[in-house]
């Protein structure tokens, strides 16, 4: 008989396995490999707005200084070491079109005859022109500090704030403490003190008698010329001192 070769039986067909689905993310249901251009895409986006405030946070600034060294230079001894804060986002946008919505300097100066004084300058709509620049309106506050106004001539005058936009005068008469409060207004550029209230010794006077007013009348303060054009407006008492309000309209800063 002629060999024959075993039959090897044949081994059973084993379906491929399909591929492995990929994973989704249970928040996006965008899968793992789809979202790698987002993730890209938004660290590009954050970089270059981390880029852009910086520049204009360093615009912002060398702005800022260049307008504080403009105003010191036009104040010349008048206003020392000014701090300028420029307003309006973005800086760069307001630069390129010359214009910002608000410009708010605060610094240290002196009047003519040497009192001190804080000043607080609002600069509003300020615009870019030929060789410096120009604001539509100006807010100014000029607060004193009570100890530098406490002087008048030989005596001795302590003043506060007495509440309610009054101020509290006190001094000695004969070895008693007389005490006035008094309302500050503006009359002409020129501050009087008007009475509403008086005690010597902790016993009442008449706030209106002749010699309540004679003593205020010694006290009327002629204001200095202010900068940049403006005009008093009022007087306000406040916890720091006594502050001056003045305004203007289209101002030159050049």
């Given at each position: 008989m002629p060999f024959r070769t075993p039959h090897a039986p044949a081994s059973p067909h084993v379906p491929a396995s399909p591929p492995a689905p990929e994973r989704r993310n249970p928040r996006t249901g965008r899968t793992g490999r789809s979202s790698r251009p987002y993730r890209r895409a938004a660290a590009v986006t954050v970089l270059v707005a981390a880029l852009l405030l910086t520049a204009d946070a360093l615009a912002r600034q060398l702005g800022e200084e260049r307008f504080?060294?403009?105003?010191?230079?036009?104040?010349?001894?008048?206003?020392?070491?000014?701090?300028?804060?420029?307003?309006?986002?973005?800086?760069?946008?307001?630069?390129?079109?010359?214009?910002?919505?608000?410009?708010?300097?605060?610094?240290?100066a002196r009047t003519p005859d040497g009192i001190p004084v804080k000043a607080e300058v609002d600069l509003h709509r300020v615009s870019e022109q030929p060789g410096g620049y120009a604001a539509d309106s100006v807010d100014a506050a000029f607060t004193a500090p009570f100890d530098a106004l406490g002087t008048a001539g030989d005596r001795e005058l302590r003043l506060s704030d007495a509440g309610g936009g009054r101020l509290r005068i006190e001094s000695g008469v004969l070895g008693m403490s007389l005490v006035i409060t008094a309302e500050p207004r503006l009359d002409a550029g020129v501050v009087t003190l008007h009475a509403d209230s008086a005690t010597l010794a902790g016993r009442p006077l008449d706030p209106t008698a002749p010699a309540i007013a004679g003593a205020l009348s010694r006290e009327h303060r002629q204001l200095p010329p202010l900068p940049l054009g403006l005009?008093?407006?009022?007087?306000?008492?406040?916890?720091?001192?006594i502050t001056a309000h003045a305004e203007a309209r289209r101002v030159n800063l050049t």
């Open positions: 504080a060294d403009r105003i010191a230079a036009r104040q010349g001894s008048g206003l020392t070491s000014p701090e300028v804060t420029i307003e309006g986002h973005p800086f760069l946008l307001h630069a390129a079109r010359g214009q910002h919505p608000e410009v708010r300097v605060t610094g240290d005009s008093p407006t009022e007087i306000t008492v406040g916890p720091d001192g």
